[in-house]
Every structure is written in structure tokens, then in C-alpha cells.
């Protein structure tokens, strides 16, 4: 068994009366409560906290990506485990858990920057692929529901072929058109890094995931008897 410490970096300094004023961290939450002295303590603090993480000896530390929202501070983990990479024991795991690669235009952009995270770690990066929540996807970056799906898989094919395939290719898919790829820097690790996809439960991402021979991640927020469900539909 593995044992990974996440963080999903929540703003930790809203009033006492936040939830009597406010209906939702997310989306829409009062940009005017942010503070970006506040801020500047909260993201130290936190990768402090990861750091001591990959020192206590866990084998992995994770971030991941959200939107307009006050539960978790990044929509870029990619800067937070560069910040990681270099000073984090070199024992542990970097897990980006993950970049909504739907979200991306072009989609290369995630192939290089976890390609760099991969070369300044020395190979220890977990590349995560989340489809995504509706208030990131939907809401905050204002994709159609019913493309996202779609998105998503032309986006991992477009990373994987990226990653893997030695000459220069050009992709003409119904979301992306590139005449050149042939991404600088190369992943340390080959074909590429592990891949893991979170999720919350959907039947047609766990199948994938089993098709592909993926880690899925299951995102437990309903309670262990849910998980318990979910968990048995997948491994049967």
C-alpha cells in the first residue's frame, strides 16, 4: 500500500459568518474577502506542509487544479510542484492530481510543462488527468457539458501521442489542429509518466481507466459505504 499526502490548499482566513452570507465557495464566491497578504503566508505555509509530508517519508505528495474557488487556491498546480520539485525528498513522488486537460487550448501545453516537472524532478512526476468538476469545467471556464467528455479524450490522445512518438506528427482532431508537435523537453520516464485519473464516481471514467490500465483515483466525498459501491463496480 501506498500512502500519499494531498492538498487541495484551501483560502483558510474567510470570516466566522462566511456560510450564513454566502451559498457556495465556488464560482461566484466575493473576490473582495482575498487577501493577497493573507494569501502569500497560506501558499508557503502549504508547501511547507508538503514538504514535511515527502520528509515524514510518504510516497507521494498531490496537488490539483481549481477554479474561482476558496476550497482550493490553484488553478495552476503545475507552479506548486515546480516549487516542490527541487526541494521535496527526492524519494517522493510529485502527483499532479491533476490538470483538467479539457481545458487546455492547445492541450500540449500540459504535455510540456509535466515533461519540464518530469526532467527537474529526475522522473518522479505522476501525471493526473481529471475530466473534471462542472463548477471548474462548466461554470468557471464555460465549456459545453456535453463536449467535455469528448474534449477530454482528444486532449489525452493528443498528450500520449506527444509524449511517446519519437518524429514530428501533426494531429487534426475536432478540438485541436497542430501542424507541428514535437514538444521540448522529453519525459525522463518512458513511454511516459504514470497516469492517474481522479474521479467521483463516474461509471464511464472508471471503465476507461480499466480499459487503459490506469490508477483511478476515487474521490470519497460521499462517505465510505458510497465508495464502497463505487469501488466493488470498478474492480468487478
Known amino acids: 500500500m501506498k500512502n500519499c499526502w494531498f492538498h487541495l490548499m484551501p483560502y483558510t482566513d474567510l470570516p466566522e459568518n462566511f456560510r450564513d452570507k454566502n451559498p457556495s465557495v465556488w464560482v461566484d464566491i466575493d473576490s473582495r474577502l482575498f487577501d493577497p497578504a493573507q494569501a ?76 519540464m516537472l518530469d526532467c527537474i524532478s529526475g522522473g518522479r512526476l505522476i501525471a493526473g488527468f481529471p475530466v473534471g468538476s462542472p463548477m471548474d469545467t462548466c461554470y468557471a471556464y464555460g465549456q459545453n457539458p456535453s463536449q467535455l467528455r469528448e474534449r477530454y479524450m482528444e486532449a489525452h490522445d493528443l498528450i500520449k501521442r506527444a509524449w511517446t512518438e519519437p518524429e514530428t506528427f501533426s494531429f487534426n482532431g475536432r478540438y485541436n489542429q497542430q501542424r507541428y508537435v514535437n514538444i521540448w523537453p522529453r519525459t525522463v520516464q518512458r513511454p511516459h509518466p504514470p497516469i492517474w485519473v481522479p474521479g467521483g464516481g463516474s461509471v464511464e471514467t472508471w471503465r476507461w481507466c480499466a480499459e487503459m490500465d490506469y490508477v483511478y483515483c476515487y474521490l470519497s466525498y460521499y462517505g465510505f459505504k458510497a465508495a464502497r459501491a463505487t469501488m466493488h463496480g470498478f474492480w468487478n
Open 40 to 115: 502569500h503566508r497560506m501558499y508557503n505555509d502549504f508547501l511547507d506542509e508538503l514538504e514535511y509530508a515527502a520528509d515524514l517519508g510518504f510516497d507521494a505528495i498531490c496537488v490539483n487544479e481549481h477554479h474561482n474557488n476558496g476550497y482550493g487556491l490553484m488553478p495552476s498546480p503545475n507552479i506548486m510542484l515546480a516549487a516542490l520539485a527541487r526541494r521535496a525528498n527526492p524519494e517522493t513522488a510529485l502527483c499532479v492530481l491533476g490538470n483538467s486537460i479539457a481545458l487546455y487550448n492547445p492541450p500540449l501545453r500540459v504535455a510540456e510543462e509535466m515533461a
